[in-house]
């Protein structure tokens, strides 16, 4: 994410598993073990432990839904899971909305909604693979963060926007809203057919019926349900093919707002970007790529999987940030809110690269203005981006110290085993969870340094670092 106005406040901001029906049919029903539990109603997130929810891992999500003019909504999400072992009931996360019925693996299931809880009894527990069905409807509700922000479903004039970092997907479809369960999606929205529906992966169908068209999209890799984005609205379409440094053919597609123009200077920047950082941090991880520019009232730019969303037409600057996320964030996906350094510092660190290669400040002497303008005092150092506890400060020091961790750790260890950490840790985590004790333990073995102490006082410890 990069904030785009000041709201916050820094620099930027499967397997379709064949359904198994539960009990005795079921393969592992014979297995000897403990008998049915509830799934838990929250991830322990350590920023959002009430996120999420524990005893499955998603595999596949599809959401069909039908805008209305008026705003509303009529849907349903199909969700394929796997039960890490017998559960007598299970919970998604879902905030407003109205839950018509639920099927689990084809049968009614019993249900309550408890705050954003919906949680969901089936007739008989689920064990390996399984299958839900919501139906539900209503008119959506963005979601207020802990820092004032708004996320989730965006209504616009002329239709909505989803932005949902961290937890706004529960606003529009029922998930397991934590970033360690990654699955993949098909979105397939109906809206008037006057209007343009974009999402994340490849269009796979478009289909008129009448005034009204329905637009699929496939999201074919693991996907956190933050970065999942569908928007709806009075958009011109474009799409080319780029290639990418290895020679691979990546569809382009980028919806502009008709009032924005045609964006034709950012929309030609994105092929050049990407194959720019490709050439830094590897190959691209994804099948598709493109922009979503519309007039948001967020303030900020998002790096929706693929193809990321900006309030209004992007800079370089924001452009170079949200597509360093693709492979920062996107593809290595931190398990926890806790290690957002992971996301930002890197995606900042990025803007710096791309700023010293294009004929302004090395990035040391971007750090050392950083450094020297910030004394003791100053909000920069408080607290350290990876020892967060609370949840407004999540796009706070993540930023600009996880770029100045990242320049320290370059002077330490040195340009080419500095870039060797990147590639390998986008490499080695390709479409994966990721850990900042992870990233320490990289570090240290491609440098063959002892590194704790340096992350430590970057990462770790509410003060200015001395000595830089
Ligand atoms: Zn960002």
Redesign the pocket.
């Known amino acids: 994410?990069?904030a785009i106005s000041s709201l916050k406040g820094m620099v930027?901001?499967a397997v379709t598993a064949a359904v198994v029906v539960g009990g005795a049919a079921g393969p592992l029903a014979a297995a000897p073990g403990p008998g049915p539990v509830p799934g838990s109603t929250g991830s322990g997130d350590s920023l959002f432990p009430q996120a999420g929810n524990g005893g499955y891992d998603a595999q596949r999500y599809r959401v069909v839904l039908d805008y209305r003019r008026d705003g509303s909504i009529s849907a349903s999400t199909r969700l394929t899971a796997r039960a890490r072992h017998p559960l007598s009931s299970f919970s998604l996360d879902l905030e407003g909305l109205r839950v018509e019925r639920v099927r689990v693996d084809g049968r009614e299931a019993t249900f309550r909604r408890h705050g954003h809880e919906l949680v969901i009894t089936p007739v008989r527990p689920v064990r390996g693979a399984f299958a839900a069905r919501v139906a539900y409807h209503g008119t959506p509700h963005s979601h207020t963060d802990p820092d004032g922000s708004s996320e989730g479903w965006i209504a616009t004039a002329d239709g909505a926007t989803t932005v949902n970092e961290p937890v706004g997907a529960m606003t529009w479809f029922p998930d397991n809203d934590t970033p360690r369960d990654k699955a993949r999606y098909t979105f397939a929205v109906t809206a008037p057919s006057r209007r343009a529906v974009v999402a994340n992966g490849i269009l796979v169908d478009r289909s008129r019926h009448g005034a009204r068209t329905t637009w699929t999209w496939r999201q074919g890799e693991p996907m956190a349900s933050y970065l999942a984005m569908i928007s709806i609205g009075d958009y011109r379409v474009f799409r080319s093919t780029m290639r990418t440094v290895a020679g691979r053919r990546l569809p382009v597609w980028s919806f502009v707002e008709r009032s924005l123009g045609p964006q034709r200077g950012a929309r030609h920047l994105v092929p050049r970007i990407v194959r720019w950082e490709e050439r830094r941090f590897g190959a691209y991880p994804f099948d598709s790529t493109g922009m979503v520019a519309h007039e948001l009232s967020v303030g900020y730019a998002l790096?929706t999987q693929d193809r990321p969303v900006y309030p209004g037409g992007p800079g370089v600057g924001v452009l170079v940030?949200?597509l360093a996320?693709q492979w920062y964030g996107d593809s290595v996906t931190p398990r926890d809110w806790g290690d957002i350094w992971l996301?930002?510092g890197f995606?900042t660190y990025a803007e710096w690269l791309w700023t010293a290669a294009h004929g302004g400040d090395s990035t040391r002497a971007t750090f050392r203005a950083l450094y020297r303008q910030n004394g003791p005092k100053s909000d920069l150092w408080k607290p350290a981006p990876a020892a967060l506890s609370d949840p407004a400060d999540l796009f706070g020091p993540a930023y600009l110290r996880g770029a100045m961790t990242l320049q320290v750790l370059r002077q330490r260890v040195g340009t080419d085993h500095f870039f060797d950490i990147l590639r390998s840790w986008a490499r080695l985590r390709r479409h994966g969870g990721a850990s900042t004790h992870g990233f320490i333990g990289l570090s240290e073995r491609i440098s063959g340094d002892r590194l704790h102490r340096m992350f430590r006082r970057w990462l770790y410890t509410p003060a200015r670092p001395r000595g830089y």
């Open positions: 994410m990069a930027c901001a790096e940030h949200e996320h996301n930002e995606a």
